[in-house]
């Protein structure tokens, strides 16, 4: 946000005639000519003309050479040097202590007529360094005019041919900024007190200033810049983060321009619900908005990838009451280091999804999900969903109590499609390497799963591990595999299964596992399924394959009254097993079929 005003500020110096007149009038030489060298330029004053336009304040008094002790503005300071010319004749002027000024080289009234005086400063041309104006002072390139004859003294008033540009934190920004930096031209060449040319593009080092307003004090910092090169991005700290203007600036000669520095959310929002995340700041910010403002319905697109190491992860949709309603487009980006502990009952990149809600397209690298609530639900991407979860990947460990999966702990309805995970899971009563359970219709196709799965039953329930699903109450699981090693260990009835521990009232279409070893108790562990169930109907299992995984039939405890729709592979040839599978997968008019490329088969889309 920009606020662009103006005020003038006049500087005076003391009267100063230059020198005494040697002739009076009725003395003068050939009509109005002058005796030379008899009638010095008298300067009045100097003073420095509006900054342009729409220009605000630049604190206190405003000139241009030396900063002002506080920083509220700028003064002549004594020494200063500035040039003066008449009828192309050049003179020397320098500031003194007092304010006044003395001629280095002066110069002296060639006649009676009026002419106009210009001055500059620099006195000389050459190279200006806009670099490091913190450490150097504000650069100044200064053009004056004025107008005199040899009984007038001359007002000599200076306008800027750079422009300043003032950032000023605000909140808690200001706390948070220690130095600012500006992109623009770092030097420029300039001639009489106008720039020639800009050049050298890059970070301009800003001055620290202090003005008041309103009777408070406001910390800002200050730059000069070369006019004409459009300013679009500024840096705070030296941190190497640009950060871009909300609106670009190309400042004009004499005009002032102010930014206000908000901090950075980390989001964007276009105002109708749409919120993009730049930064792991910006993604817990937006859990916030979730979790305290109760704006479940928001949509989030990132459009960076994000650290989340060292951060002890909120899920977003965290409460029962809270469920993410809206759709997150990971865009394709990776979220590194995504770290839930403690009893959230929702663990997860989010906590718990609505039937509304869809989460698609990211990437979960070296997550560490762990809950120890009691009726805890771990998912690396959700805990718990009744929604779409599409096209997602998750490596790391998820550990959980009763619901426990590398994507999701409990999939309720709603979609799994397209994704994977390599994450160890760890469960007591239901643990999968995708899911810990998908129930009442939910359906899971084209995911696979590399990561070894554990169960550890207390004793308190029946205990589910699956390579892909741990219990499938009622879900359709199509066009899906898993390679990892399964494991059921403990007191009570443990039910394992190379694809799903528990296959309830469940559909299993052309699904295999593979290569890990699946071990549980005799009788209840299966190379495809650990039981197959009738509950609320027969459950059906189609082309589906185990390989040498340490059992030797497909579902460990059939309840369902056929073995029929699993095969081993016994010889390590998956051909038969990919045609068989696709034709299960054409019947169904899956957009998924299984390709062999290598000695497994893997999964594309159609």
Request: aromatic residues 8%; hydrophobic residues 30%; glycine residues 16%.
């Amino acid at each position: 946000m920009m606020q662009l005003k103006h005020f003038i500020r006049p500087i005076a110096a003391a009267a100063l005639l230059l020198a005494t007149a040697a002739c009076t009038k009725d003395e003068l030489a050939d009509g109005d000519r002058l005796p030379e060298g008899q009638y010095p330029v008298e300067i009045a004053r100097i003073t420095l003309g509006v900054e342009g336009g729409e220009a605000q304040p630049w604190g206190a008094p405003q000139t241009r050479v030396g900063e002002a002790g506080d920083g509220t503005g700028s003064v002549f300071s004594a020494g200063d040097r500035f040039a003066v010319q008449i009828d192309g004749e050049e003179g020397i002027y320098i500031v003194q202590d007092d304010g006044s000024i003395k001629a280095g080289s002066p110069l002296y009234w060639s006649d009676t007529g009026e002419h106009t005086v210009t001055a500059w400063y620099p006195a000389t041309g050459g190279t200006l360094d806009l670099s490091d104006q913190d450490t150097n002072g504000l650069a100044y390139l200064l053009h004056g005019t004025g107008t005199g004859d040899y009984l007038t003294p001359v007002t000599l008033t200076f306008t800027h041919s750079l422009a300043k540009v003032r950032v000023t934190p605000t909140g808690d920004a200001l706390g948070e900024v220690q130095s600012l930096q500006l992109y623009t031209y770092t030097q420029c060449t300039y001639e009489k007190g106008t720039v020639v040319q800009g050049s050298q593009e890059g970070w301009i080092e800003m001055k620290k200033c202090e003005y008041t307003e309103n009777g408070n004090a406001i910390t800002c910092w200050e730059a000069n810049v070369v006019p004409g090169y459009t300013i679009t991005k500024l840096m705070a700290n030296n941190d190497n983060k640009e950060r871009d203007l909300s609106a670009a600036i190309t400042p004009e000669a004499g005009k002032f321009y102010n930014i206000t520095l908000n901090k950075d959310k980390g989001y964007t929002d276009d105002g109708q619900g749409n919120y993009t995340v730049t930064s792991a700041e910006g993604l817990k910010n937006i859990a916030k908005l979730v979790n305290e403002e109760w704006k479940l319905g928001i949509n989030i697109t990132l459009t960076a990838d994000i650290d989340l190491k060292g951060i002890d992860w909120t899920p977003i949709g965290k409460d029962d009451n809270k469920a993410y309603t809206g759709t997150f487009d990971g865009n394709g980006k990776t979220i590194t280091g995504l770290t839930v502990t403690g009893s959230y009952k929702y663990a997860g990149l989010f906590g718990d999804i609505d039937e509304n809600g869809t989460v698609k397209n990211v990437v979960l690298e070296d997550v560490q999900i762990t809950s120890d609530n009691s009726s805890g639900y771990a998912g690396g991407v959700a805990g718990d969903s009744w929604g779409t979860i599409e096209n997602c990947s998750v490596s790391g460990s998820v550990s959980g109590t009763t619901f426990a999966g590398g994507v999701v702990g409990s999939q309720w309805g709603g979609s799994i499609t397209g994704c994977n995970s390599s994450a160890s899971v760890k469960g007591v009563i239901f643990a999968g390497g995708i899911a810990g359970e998908t129930n009442s219709g939910a359906s899971l196709t084209g995911c696979y799963a590399t990561g070894d799965v554990t169960v550890e039953n207390d004793g308190t329930n029946n205990s589910h591990a699956g390579g892909v699903v741990g219990y499938n109450g009622g879900g359709t699981l199509t066009a899906c595999y898993a390679t990892g090693s399964v494991t059921g260990s403990g007191s009570g009835t443990i039910y394992v299964g190379g694809v799903t521990g528990d296959n309830s009232s469940g559909t299993l279409t052309a699904c295999y596992h593979a290569t890990g070893t699946v071990s549980g108790p005799d009788g209840a562990t299966g190379g495809v399924t650990g039981r197959n169930y009738t509950s609320l109907g027969a459950p059906v299992i189609t082309a589906c394959y185990w390989g040498d995984n340490g059992q030797e039939q497909g579902i460990g405890y059939n309840q369902a009254g056929t073995t029929g729709g699993t095969t081993q592979v016994t010889d390590g040839n998956w051909l038969g097993a990919k045609d068989a599978m696709n034709a299960a997968l054409q019947s169904v008019d899956s957009e998924w079929c299984y390709e062999l490329t290598g000695k497994l088969p893997t999964l594309t889309k159609q």
